[in-house]
Protein backbone atom coordinates (compact mmCIF):
# COMPACT_ATOMS: atom_id res chain seq x y z
CA UNK A 1 0.00 0.00 0.00
CA UNK A 2 1.25 3.32 -1.03
CA UNK A 3 2.33 5.73 1.55
CA UNK A 4 1.06 9.57 0.81
CA UNK A 5 3.38 12.12 2.33
CA UNK A 6 2.53 15.87 2.22
CA UNK A 7 4.47 18.74 1.64
CA UNK A 8 4.06 21.77 3.50
CA UNK A 9 5.76 24.80 2.68
CA UNK A 10 7.86 26.17 -0.14
CA UNK A 11 9.06 23.22 -2.62
CA UNK A 12 9.29 21.29 -5.98
CA UNK A 13 10.90 19.23 -7.88
CA UNK A 14 11.94 17.33 -10.88
CA UNK A 15 15.25 15.43 -10.58
CA UNK A 16 17.17 12.93 -12.21
CA UNK A 17 14.12 10.76 -14.56
CA UNK A 18 11.63 12.43 -15.91
CA UNK A 19 8.95 10.07 -16.65
CA UNK A 20 5.71 11.59 -17.61
CA UNK A 21 5.08 15.27 -18.75
CA UNK A 22 1.26 15.71 -19.00
CA UNK A 23 0.94 19.09 -20.69
CA UNK A 24 -2.10 21.54 -20.62
CA UNK A 25 -3.18 24.89 -22.57
CA UNK A 26 -2.73 26.87 -20.31
CA UNK A 27 0.90 27.28 -19.55
CA UNK A 28 1.21 24.72 -17.07
CA UNK A 29 2.19 21.43 -16.79
CA UNK A 30 2.33 18.11 -14.60
CA UNK A 31 5.26 16.17 -13.77
CA UNK A 32 5.89 12.30 -12.58
CA UNK A 33 9.17 11.81 -11.85
CA UNK A 34 10.61 8.35 -10.02
CA UNK A 35 13.50 7.64 -7.66
CA UNK A 36 15.29 5.85 -6.06
CA UNK A 37 16.77 7.22 -3.11
CA UNK A 38 19.66 4.96 -0.69
CA UNK A 39 19.26 6.49 2.50
CA UNK A 40 21.01 5.55 5.99
CA UNK A 41 18.95 5.37 9.09
CA UNK A 42 18.18 8.05 11.41
CA UNK A 43 17.70 11.98 10.31
CA UNK A 44 19.44 13.00 7.59
CA UNK A 45 19.79 16.53 4.43
CA UNK A 46 19.10 15.20 1.35
CA UNK A 47 19.73 17.37 -1.66
CA UNK A 48 18.47 17.17 -4.73
CA UNK A 49 19.06 19.38 -7.68
CA UNK A 50 18.59 19.98 -11.50
CA UNK A 51 14.52 21.00 -10.47
CA UNK A 52 12.75 23.52 -12.66
CA UNK A 53 12.40 26.89 -11.41
CA UNK A 54 8.99 27.47 -12.64
CA UNK A 55 7.03 25.28 -10.10
CA UNK A 56 4.10 25.04 -7.96
CA UNK A 57 5.45 24.92 -4.28
CA UNK A 58 1.83 23.87 -3.19
CA UNK A 59 1.42 21.17 -5.69
CA UNK A 60 4.19 18.10 -4.42
CA UNK A 61 2.58 14.83 -3.66
CA UNK A 62 5.33 12.12 -3.12
CA UNK A 63 4.20 7.99 -3.01
CA UNK A 64 6.54 5.87 -1.22
CA UNK A 65 6.08 1.70 -1.78
CA UNK A 66 8.34 1.35 1.14
CA UNK A 67 6.71 2.04 5.09
CA UNK A 68 8.20 4.19 7.39
CA UNK A 69 10.02 7.19 5.54
CA UNK A 70 9.03 10.51 6.41
CA UNK A 71 9.65 13.78 5.60
CA UNK A 72 10.84 16.08 8.93
CA UNK A 73 11.31 19.28 6.46
CA UNK A 74 12.13 20.59 3.33
CA UNK A 75 12.79 23.46 1.38
CA UNK A 76 13.14 24.79 -1.95
CA UNK A 77 16.67 26.81 -2.38
CA UNK A 78 16.20 29.53 -5.09
CA UNK A 79 18.72 32.40 -3.22
CA UNK A 80 21.60 31.56 -6.07
CA UNK A 81 24.39 32.92 -5.99
CA UNK A 82 25.47 35.73 -8.41
CA UNK A 83 28.27 38.81 -8.47
CA UNK A 84 25.72 41.55 -6.21
CA UNK A 85 24.10 38.76 -4.21
CA UNK A 86 27.80 37.60 -3.02
CA UNK A 87 28.87 41.22 -2.86
CA UNK A 88 26.09 41.92 -0.14
CA UNK A 89 26.77 39.37 2.19
CA UNK A 90 30.49 40.09 2.01
CA UNK A 91 29.27 43.82 3.54
CA UNK A 92 31.33 43.92 6.70
CA UNK A 93 33.78 41.66 5.19
CA UNK A 94 37.49 41.98 4.35
CA UNK A 95 37.98 41.56 0.50
CA UNK A 96 40.72 42.67 -2.36
CA UNK A 97 40.38 44.29 -5.29
CA UNK A 98 42.83 44.66 -8.34
CA UNK A 99 41.79 47.39 -11.06
CA UNK A 100 42.44 47.54 -14.58
CA UNK A 101 45.09 49.55 -13.74
CA UNK A 102 46.45 47.01 -11.87
CA UNK A 103 46.67 49.07 -8.51
CA UNK A 104 45.35 47.12 -5.35
CA UNK A 105 42.99 47.46 -2.70
CA UNK A 106 42.04 45.56 0.46
CA UNK A 107 39.75 46.78 2.88
CA UNK A 108 36.17 46.36 4.60
CA UNK A 109 33.39 46.41 2.56
CA UNK A 110 30.89 49.16 3.13
CA UNK A 111 28.53 49.18 0.10
CA UNK A 112 28.35 47.67 -3.43
CA UNK A 113 25.69 50.28 -5.89
CA UNK A 114 25.37 49.66 -9.53
CA UNK A 115 28.62 52.67 -10.45
CA UNK A 116 30.58 52.16 -7.27
CA UNK A 117 32.25 49.64 -4.15
CA UNK A 118 33.40 51.70 -0.99
CA UNK A 119 35.87 50.18 1.16
CA UNK A 120 37.61 51.22 3.82
CA UNK A 121 41.31 50.97 4.07
CA UNK A 122 42.45 48.56 6.96
CA UNK A 123 45.45 50.21 8.16
CA UNK A 124 44.86 53.81 7.63
CA UNK A 125 40.97 53.83 7.59
CA UNK A 126 40.41 55.81 4.84
CA UNK A 127 37.44 55.21 2.43
CA UNK A 128 38.08 53.69 -1.49
CA UNK A 129 35.35 54.68 -3.63
CA UNK A 130 36.43 52.53 -6.63
CA UNK A 131 34.18 52.09 -10.05
CA UNK A 132 32.59 49.86 -10.74
CA UNK A 133 33.87 49.32 -14.64
CA UNK A 134 37.40 49.92 -12.95
CA UNK A 135 37.58 46.62 -11.26
CA UNK A 136 39.21 43.40 -13.48
CA UNK A 137 39.07 41.64 -10.47
CA UNK A 138 37.55 40.90 -7.33
CA UNK A 139 38.85 38.19 -4.45
CA UNK A 140 36.97 36.92 -1.61
CA UNK A 141 37.51 34.13 1.20
CA UNK A 142 35.05 32.14 0.61
CA UNK A 143 31.54 31.78 -0.75
CA UNK A 144 29.10 32.89 1.29
CA UNK A 145 26.86 30.10 3.35
CA UNK A 146 23.09 29.67 1.96
CA UNK A 147 23.86 30.08 -1.97
CA UNK A 148 23.33 27.53 -4.08
CA UNK A 149 24.84 27.19 -8.08
CA UNK A 150 20.96 26.19 -8.91
CA UNK A 151 17.59 25.63 -7.42
CA UNK A 152 17.40 22.80 -4.77
CA UNK A 153 15.60 20.98 -2.79
CA UNK A 154 16.57 20.41 0.48
CA UNK A 155 15.10 17.74 2.52
CA UNK A 156 15.56 16.68 5.90
CA UNK A 157 14.69 12.73 6.08
CA UNK A 158 13.63 10.83 8.81
CA UNK A 159 14.61 6.74 7.79
CA UNK A 160 13.73 3.77 10.25
CA UNK A 161 16.70 1.50 9.02
CA UNK A 162 19.17 1.19 6.34
CA UNK A 163 18.45 0.50 2.26
CA UNK A 164 16.75 1.90 -0.96
CA UNK A 165 13.78 3.74 -0.96
CA UNK A 166 11.93 4.28 -4.63
CA UNK A 167 9.78 7.39 -4.85
CA UNK A 168 7.49 8.80 -6.95
CA UNK A 169 7.26 12.62 -6.84
CA UNK A 170 4.43 14.48 -8.65
CA UNK A 171 3.90 18.24 -9.22
CA UNK A 172 2.72 20.67 -11.25
CA UNK A 173 4.56 23.62 -13.29
CA UNK A 174 4.13 26.60 -14.93
CA UNK A 175 6.64 27.59 -18.61
CA UNK A 176 5.66 24.52 -20.58
CA UNK A 177 3.08 24.93 -23.44
CA UNK A 178 1.76 23.06 -26.41
CA UNK A 179 -0.41 24.52 -29.49
CA UNK A 180 -1.16 23.39 -32.59
CA UNK A 181 -0.87 24.12 -35.95
CA UNK A 182 -3.31 22.60 -38.71
CA UNK A 183 -1.39 23.05 -42.20
CA UNK A 184 -4.03 22.52 -45.02
CA UNK A 185 -3.74 22.53 -49.22
CA UNK A 186 -6.84 23.14 -50.43
CA UNK A 187 -7.59 21.57 -53.86
CA UNK A 188 -10.80 23.51 -55.61
CA UNK A 189 -11.45 21.55 -58.21
CA UNK A 190 -11.53 18.83 -55.98
CA UNK A 191 -13.15 19.72 -53.60
CA UNK A 192 -10.60 18.21 -50.98
CA UNK A 193 -8.71 19.65 -48.03
CA UNK A 194 -5.19 17.97 -47.26
CA UNK A 195 -4.94 18.56 -43.19
CA UNK A 196 -1.23 18.29 -41.75
CA UNK A 197 -1.01 18.56 -38.11
CA UNK A 198 1.68 19.88 -35.74
CA UNK A 199 2.03 20.29 -32.41
CA UNK A 200 4.72 22.64 -31.05
CA UNK A 201 5.68 22.33 -27.46
CA UNK A 202 7.60 25.13 -25.66
CA UNK A 203 10.20 24.30 -22.64
CA UNK A 204 10.85 27.33 -20.26
CA UNK A 205 10.40 25.62 -16.88
CA UNK A 206 14.11 26.19 -16.30
CA UNK A 207 14.87 22.17 -16.45
CA UNK A 208 14.88 19.64 -19.60
CA UNK A 209 13.37 16.48 -19.52
CA UNK A 210 15.25 13.56 -21.15
CA UNK A 211 13.02 10.37 -22.57
CA UNK A 212 9.53 11.33 -20.90
CA UNK A 213 6.31 9.99 -21.82
CA UNK A 214 4.84 12.82 -23.18
CA UNK A 215 0.58 13.41 -22.71
CA UNK A 216 -1.07 16.80 -23.74
CA UNK A 217 -4.73 17.98 -22.32
CA UNK A 218 -6.81 20.21 -24.70
CA UNK A 219 -9.54 21.92 -23.29
CA UNK A 220 -10.17 24.96 -20.53
CA UNK A 221 -8.88 23.17 -16.96
CA UNK A 222 -10.00 25.49 -14.56
CA UNK A 223 -6.73 26.95 -12.73
CA UNK A 224 -6.45 29.95 -10.43
CA UNK A 225 -4.61 32.73 -11.34
CA UNK A 226 -1.67 33.56 -8.76
CA UNK A 227 2.06 34.69 -8.97
CA UNK A 228 3.54 31.43 -7.51
CA UNK A 229 7.27 32.65 -8.84
CA UNK A 230 9.51 35.40 -7.34
CA UNK A 231 10.25 37.57 -10.44
CA UNK A 232 13.50 36.75 -10.05
CA UNK A 233 13.18 32.77 -10.98
CA UNK A 234 11.79 33.58 -14.58
CA UNK A 235 13.83 31.57 -16.61
CA UNK A 236 15.97 33.29 -19.86
CA UNK A 237 13.59 33.87 -22.76
CA UNK A 238 15.96 32.10 -25.69
CA UNK A 239 14.95 29.45 -27.51
CA UNK A 240 15.19 27.41 -30.81
CA UNK A 241 13.45 24.86 -32.74
CA UNK A 242 14.03 21.45 -33.18
CA UNK A 243 11.61 19.70 -35.98
CA UNK A 244 10.64 16.00 -35.09
CA UNK A 245 10.12 14.37 -38.08
CA UNK A 246 6.52 12.54 -37.27
CA UNK A 247 7.39 8.68 -37.15
CA UNK A 248 5.35 8.82 -33.68
CA UNK A 249 1.57 10.12 -33.38
CA UNK A 250 -0.16 10.51 -30.90
CA UNK A 251 -3.69 9.01 -29.28
CA UNK A 252 -6.52 10.12 -28.19
CA UNK A 253 -9.17 9.29 -25.67
CA UNK A 254 -11.85 11.30 -23.71
CA UNK A 255 -10.99 12.23 -20.54
CA UNK A 256 -13.27 13.40 -17.85
CA UNK A 257 -14.52 16.78 -19.50
CA UNK A 258 -11.50 16.82 -21.86
CA UNK A 259 -9.73 15.00 -24.30
CA UNK A 260 -5.89 13.33 -23.83
CA UNK A 261 -3.52 12.83 -26.41
CA UNK A 262 -0.66 10.35 -25.32
CA UNK A 263 2.41 10.56 -28.01
CA UNK A 264 3.23 6.67 -28.74
CA UNK A 265 7.02 7.44 -28.25
CA UNK A 266 9.09 8.75 -25.65
CA UNK A 267 10.60 11.93 -26.40
CA UNK A 268 12.85 14.73 -24.99
CA UNK A 269 12.01 18.35 -24.50
CA UNK A 270 14.84 20.57 -23.54
CA UNK A 271 14.83 23.61 -21.67
CA UNK A 272 14.67 26.52 -23.52
CA UNK A 273 13.35 25.04 -26.19
CA UNK A 274 10.55 24.39 -29.21
CA UNK A 275 9.80 21.22 -30.21
CA UNK A 276 7.78 20.27 -33.12
CA UNK A 277 5.48 16.51 -33.32
CA UNK A 278 2.75 15.52 -35.83
CA UNK A 279 -0.25 15.01 -33.72
CA UNK A 280 -2.40 12.64 -36.20
CA UNK A 281 -1.47 11.41 -39.95
CA UNK A 282 -2.15 13.66 -43.10
CA UNK A 283 -5.71 13.35 -43.35
CA UNK A 284 -7.75 14.17 -46.74
CA UNK A 285 -10.79 15.45 -46.25
CA UNK A 286 -14.10 16.54 -48.10
CA UNK A 287 -14.69 20.37 -48.52
CA UNK A 288 -16.78 22.86 -49.92
CA UNK A 289 -16.04 26.43 -50.65
CA UNK A 290 -18.57 29.48 -49.16
CA UNK A 291 -19.03 33.18 -49.95
CA UNK A 292 -20.82 34.90 -47.26
CA UNK A 293 -22.15 38.98 -47.75
CA UNK A 294 -22.82 40.46 -44.71
CA UNK A 295 -25.54 43.54 -45.64
CA UNK A 296 -23.97 47.37 -45.13
CA UNK A 297 -20.99 46.10 -45.80
CA UNK A 298 -19.05 45.78 -49.41
CA UNK A 299 -16.68 42.86 -49.08
CA UNK A 300 -17.80 39.13 -49.59
CA UNK A 301 -15.65 36.70 -47.14
CA UNK A 302 -14.38 33.73 -48.34
CA UNK A 303 -14.64 30.77 -46.94
CA UNK A 304 -13.66 26.79 -46.87
CA UNK A 305 -16.59 24.29 -44.89
CA UNK A 306 -15.57 20.60 -43.83
CA UNK A 307 -17.42 18.31 -41.24
CA UNK A 308 -15.12 16.74 -38.58
CA UNK A 309 -16.27 13.22 -39.28
CA UNK A 310 -15.15 9.74 -39.83
CA UNK A 311 -16.91 9.61 -42.89
CA UNK A 312 -15.16 12.40 -44.14
CA UNK A 313 -11.76 10.57 -43.08
CA UNK A 314 -11.37 12.74 -39.78
CA UNK A 315 -13.10 12.02 -36.93
CA UNK A 316 -10.52 13.47 -34.34
CA UNK A 317 -11.52 15.75 -31.31
CA UNK A 318 -9.25 18.31 -32.75
CA UNK A 319 -7.74 20.72 -30.00
CA UNK A 320 -7.35 24.33 -29.92
CA UNK A 321 -5.11 25.97 -33.18
CA UNK A 322 -4.06 27.90 -35.81
CA UNK A 323 -5.23 26.90 -39.19
CA UNK A 324 -2.55 28.06 -42.30
CA UNK A 325 -4.02 27.40 -45.80
CA UNK A 326 -2.50 26.81 -48.96
CA UNK A 327 -3.25 25.98 -52.98
CA UNK A 328 -1.56 24.94 -55.58
CA UNK A 329 -0.19 27.07 -58.31
CA UNK A 330 -0.49 24.53 -61.34
CA UNK A 331 2.18 26.79 -63.35
CA UNK A 332 4.79 26.22 -61.37
CA UNK A 333 3.70 23.46 -58.86
CA UNK A 334 4.54 25.52 -56.28
CA UNK A 335 2.04 26.01 -52.93
CA UNK A 336 0.87 29.94 -52.50
CA UNK A 337 -0.81 30.81 -49.25
CA UNK A 338 -4.13 32.14 -49.24
CA UNK A 339 -5.29 32.34 -45.97
CA UNK A 340 -4.75 31.99 -41.73
CA UNK A 341 -7.45 31.35 -39.52
CA UNK A 342 -7.93 30.19 -35.74
CA UNK A 343 -9.73 27.05 -34.71
CA UNK A 344 -11.41 26.53 -31.25
CA UNK A 345 -11.39 23.21 -29.50
CA UNK A 346 -13.92 21.00 -31.88
CA UNK A 347 -15.58 18.17 -30.98
CA UNK A 348 -16.01 15.07 -33.59
CA UNK A 349 -18.95 15.72 -36.33
CA UNK A 350 -18.90 19.33 -36.30
CA UNK A 351 -18.84 21.41 -38.79
CA UNK A 352 -15.71 23.84 -39.47
CA UNK A 353 -15.79 27.02 -41.36
CA UNK A 354 -12.41 28.80 -42.33
CA UNK A 355 -12.06 32.09 -43.34
CA UNK A 356 -9.44 32.52 -46.41
CA UNK A 357 -9.97 35.97 -46.48
CA UNK A 358 -12.36 38.64 -48.71
CA UNK A 359 -12.73 37.49 -52.45
CA UNK A 360 -11.39 40.18 -55.27
CA UNK A 361 -14.13 39.60 -57.74
CA UNK A 362 -16.97 39.26 -55.76
CA UNK A 363 -19.09 42.80 -54.72
CA UNK A 364 -21.76 43.65 -52.18
CA UNK A 365 -23.59 46.57 -51.53
CA UNK A 366 -27.22 47.04 -48.92
CA UNK A 367 -29.01 50.24 -49.84
CA UNK A 368 -32.39 51.57 -47.88
CA UNK A 369 -34.27 52.46 -50.90
CA UNK A 370 -37.26 53.82 -48.51
CA UNK A 371 -38.01 54.31 -44.71
CA UNK A 372 -41.42 54.97 -43.05
CA UNK A 373 -42.71 55.08 -39.71
CA UNK A 374 -46.12 52.92 -39.69
CA UNK A 375 -47.61 54.23 -36.10
CA UNK A 376 -45.57 54.71 -33.04
CA UNK A 377 -43.01 51.61 -32.29
CA UNK A 378 -43.24 50.27 -36.32
CA UNK A 379 -41.18 50.68 -38.49
CA UNK A 380 -40.62 49.45 -42.43
CA UNK A 381 -37.45 49.56 -44.85
CA UNK A 382 -37.36 48.67 -48.28
CA UNK A 383 -34.37 47.12 -48.62
CA UNK A 384 -32.30 46.31 -51.99
CA UNK A 385 -29.00 44.10 -52.01
CA UNK A 386 -26.81 44.14 -55.27
CA UNK A 387 -24.35 41.08 -55.70
CA UNK A 388 -21.29 41.25 -58.65
CA UNK A 389 -19.49 38.19 -59.59
CA UNK A 390 -16.89 40.31 -61.92
CA UNK A 391 -14.99 36.64 -62.21
CA UNK A 392 -14.94 34.07 -64.62
CA UNK A 393 -16.11 31.37 -62.10
CA UNK A 394 -19.91 30.55 -60.72
CA UNK A 395 -19.95 31.56 -56.99
CA UNK A 396 -22.71 30.72 -54.73
CA UNK A 397 -22.98 33.38 -52.26
CA UNK A 398 -25.04 33.97 -49.13
CA UNK A 399 -26.25 36.82 -47.40
CA UNK A 400 -26.70 37.78 -43.98
CA UNK A 401 -29.07 40.03 -42.33
CA UNK A 402 -29.31 40.88 -39.00
CA UNK A 403 -32.43 42.07 -37.37
CA UNK A 404 -33.69 43.25 -33.92
CA UNK A 405 -37.05 43.42 -32.03
CA UNK A 406 -39.99 42.11 -33.08
CA UNK A 407 -39.54 41.46 -37.14
CA UNK A 408 -41.15 39.88 -40.35
CA UNK A 409 -39.96 40.03 -43.48
CA UNK A 410 -42.32 40.52 -46.97
CA UNK A 411 -42.22 41.27 -50.44
CA UNK A 412 -38.90 39.58 -50.89
CA UNK A 413 -37.53 38.39 -54.32
CA UNK A 414 -35.45 35.24 -52.75
CA UNK A 415 -36.75 32.67 -50.56
CA UNK A 416 -34.93 33.12 -47.04
CA UNK A 417 -33.71 30.76 -44.02
CA UNK A 418 -34.13 32.03 -40.36
CA UNK A 419 -30.78 31.39 -38.99
CA UNK A 420 -31.73 32.66 -35.32
CA UNK A 421 -33.92 34.91 -33.84
CA UNK A 422 -31.99 38.41 -35.20
CA UNK A 423 -30.77 36.99 -38.26
CA UNK A 424 -31.99 35.87 -41.91
CA UNK A 425 -30.18 34.07 -44.67
CA UNK A 426 -30.52 33.97 -48.30
CA UNK A 427 -28.31 32.40 -51.01
CA UNK A 428 -27.80 32.95 -54.79
CA UNK A 429 -25.64 31.62 -56.88
CA UNK A 430 -24.00 33.73 -59.64
CA UNK A 431 -22.81 32.73 -62.76
CA UNK A 432 -19.21 34.02 -64.24
CA UNK A 433 -19.66 38.12 -64.90
CA UNK A 434 -23.66 37.96 -63.60
CA UNK A 435 -24.99 41.08 -61.57
CA UNK A 436 -27.62 40.23 -59.22
CA UNK A 437 -30.36 42.69 -57.21
CA UNK A 438 -32.55 40.85 -54.19
CA UNK A 439 -34.85 43.18 -52.73
CA UNK A 440 -37.53 42.98 -49.63
CA UNK A 441 -39.07 44.83 -47.22
CA UNK A 442 -39.18 44.66 -43.30
CA UNK A 443 -41.03 45.41 -40.80
CA UNK A 444 -39.90 45.85 -37.11
CA UNK A 445 -41.64 46.37 -33.88
CA UNK A 446 -40.67 48.18 -31.13
CA UNK A 447 -42.31 46.99 -27.74
Not at 102 to 111: A, D, M, R
Not at 146 to 151: A, C, I, S, T, V
Not at 253 to 273: E, G, P, W
Amino acid sequence: MKKILPIPLLLLMAALLADQVTIYNNDFALVRTNLSLQLAKGLQDYYFEDIPIMIDPNSVIITSEKEGLDIFSQNYEYDLANTRKIMQKYIGRSISLLTKSEYKFKGILQFNDFDTIGLIDETDGQLNLIQQDEIRNIVLDTLPENFFLKPTLHWQLLIPKNGEYPLEVSYLCRGMMWEVTYNTVWNEDKRILDINSWVTLTNETGKGFRDTKLKLIAGDVRKLDKDLYPERMTPDEAMYEEYAKGVPTFEEKAFHDFHLYTLSANVTINNNQTKQLQLFPLAKVKAEPKYEYRTHTDKIMGKIVFVNSKSNSLGIPLPRGTVMIYKLDEADDNLEFIGEDRIDHTPTDEEIELVTGYAFDLVGETVVLEQRKEGKNVLERDISVTLKNRGTSARKITIVHDLSAFWSIRSESLPYAKKDADTIEFEKKLSGGEVFTLSWTERIEYK
